[in-house]
């Protein structure tokens, strides 16, 4: 008798249980690991949860998809922002009074322009060209706020934008920018500049180089908010980039590594290893084609690569990681431009080399200058040697030449697209 309660117990109260919270967990989403990705070097024993979970300390990889399907946080904001550009309802307030103060910054056209990436490719040698420059205000920090603060935004009502939220996001904007702009104004003497006013010969220019590879939810907000921004992209040889990425990852890691722990930072090709796991396992990138000689095309705007990307960023806006996928610049590009697109705005994105940049700073800022409609201004030695953030590389070993070709077969498909996307030869 008790075994037979203890049976009709098992399948009608926990198998059931156990099946439904199996079905729920999944949610409904296919999760397919490719698994032979590990073409590199086959000496991973863990699985790629594992992995995943002692690289990026959190979870596992099936939360994170189902992170970016589920809505909250981020990610439906940027939906619902999206249809909100579609329909141009974006900066349209309930009460007269918000659309004045809106519209006043909105006919500033503030910020002028944005520098979105991409990390380490110089962004801090611009910002600092800017900084000198007379008619020009650069916040003395990285903002983030299209990417960290608007991650954290309340979510809305299923019927739209919520109105409460949105002014109080609109005003938040406007009100970084105006404090960060008088701090920047008063460390650079520059109080006499005084924005908004003639926005043609003075700008405020912000650079956050995370803004790039969040292109499945950055562009959208910025449509939004500042859809009148002019975009500035710099963009370096990807393996370089990558390299200089582990650099700066492998420095901060040791200055903040606490006392008692002794856990080495990993080597670059194991760093880039589990980065191009990450990759293959959310379909951002094929394992095919470099185990089986099938050619990888670049991005292809799949559902599947969308949506692994979208997780993947998640990922990859912490700091330290991202080494290869921060190079898939054609894939960022692409969806940026399918974003405005979308929104029936142009996008007016300057995208420049990097190593121009180092070579002739000053033609490149002139450049830039008139791209802004702001007059030239000459770059003193000192601007020039000492803004850009530049790095020791003597505590870390050269990269091999294997890893560099290997890497260079990862990204060539994604530089030949960005030539098509840009629509020049971009790569000297
Ligand atoms: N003028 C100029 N043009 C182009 N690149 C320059 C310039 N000056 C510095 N650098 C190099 O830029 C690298 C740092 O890039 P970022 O400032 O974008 O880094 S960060 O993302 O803000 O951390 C960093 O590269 P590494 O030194 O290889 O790490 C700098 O040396």
Excluded at 53 to 59: F, G, K, Q, T, V
Excluded at 212 to 233: A, E, H, M, T
Excluded at 323 to 329: D, F, T, W
Aim: aromatic share 12%; proline share 5%.
């Amino acid at each position: 008798m008790r075994y037979w309660r203890l049976f009709n117990v098992t399948f009608a109260v926990i198998l059931p249980v156990v099946y439904l919270f199996s079905v729920v967990g999944k949610n409904g989403i296919d999760v397919s690991y490719d698994q032979g990705s590990l073409s590199v070097k086959n000496d991973i024993s863990l699985d790629l949860d594992e992995q995943y979970e002692l690289y990026y300390e959190i979870p596992s990889l099936q939360y994170l998809w189902n992170k970016s399907f589920i809505p909250q946080k981020g990610y439906p904001i940027a939906m619902e922002r999206w249809k909100a550009v579609s329909n141009n309802t974006c900066l349209k307030s309930s009460s007269s009074k918000d659309n004045e103060s809106i519209l006043k910054w909105e006919n500033h056209k503030i910020p002028h322009a944005i520098v979105v990436g991409c990390q380490k490719c110089g962004s801090t040698a611009l910002a600092s060209f800017f900084r000198s420059h007379p008619n020009i205000v650069t916040p003395n920090r990285e903002l983030h706020f299209l990417s960290q603060y608007m991650d954290r935004m309340p979510t809305k009502t299923s019927d739209g934008i919520d109105q409460r939220y949105w002014k109080q996001e609109y005003y938040t904007y406007m009100r970084t920018y105006t404090k960060e702009m008088e701090v920047a104004k008063k460390s650079s003497g520059k109080e006499d500049v005084n924005i908004p006013t003639n926005a043609s010969t003075r700008l405020l220019i912000e650079k956050t180089p995370n803004y790039i590879l969040l292109s499945d939810r950055v562009p959208q907000r910025l449509l939004c908010l500042s859809p009148w921004s002019k975009i500035i992209l710099l963009l370096r040889n990807p393996v370089d980039r990558a390299f200089s990425h582990y650099n700066m990852a492998y420095q901060g890691y040791y200055r903040r590594r606490k006392m008692h722990d002794t856990t080495p930072f990993p080597s670059f090709d194991e760093w880039l290893r589990r980065d191009y796991n990450v990759l293959v396992a959310l379909g951002v990138l094929s394992n095919q084609s470099l185990s089986s000689g099938v050619p990888n095309l670049g991005y292809q705007g799949t559902e599947r690569e969308r949506k692994g990307w979208a997780a993947y960023t998640k990922l990859a806006a912490i700091g330290s990681t991202g080494g290869i996928g921060r190079g898939l610049y054609s894939l960022q590009i692409l969806q940026w431009k399918m974003a405005y697109q979308e929104a029936k705005q142009p996008l007016d994105m300057l995208v420049l080399s990097s190593d121009s940049a180092r070579k002739h700073p000053q033609q490149v800022f002139d450049l830039i200058c008139d791209h802004l409609g702001v007059a030239r201004h000459l770059l003193s030695q000192e601007t020039i040697e000492c803004g850009g953030n530049k790095r020791d590389y003597s505590k870390i070993p050269p990269m091999s030449n294997s890893t560099r070709q290997w890497l260079e077969s990862i990204f060539e498909p994604y530089n030949q697209q960005l030539n098509q996307v840009l629509g020049k030869e971009f790569w000297e």
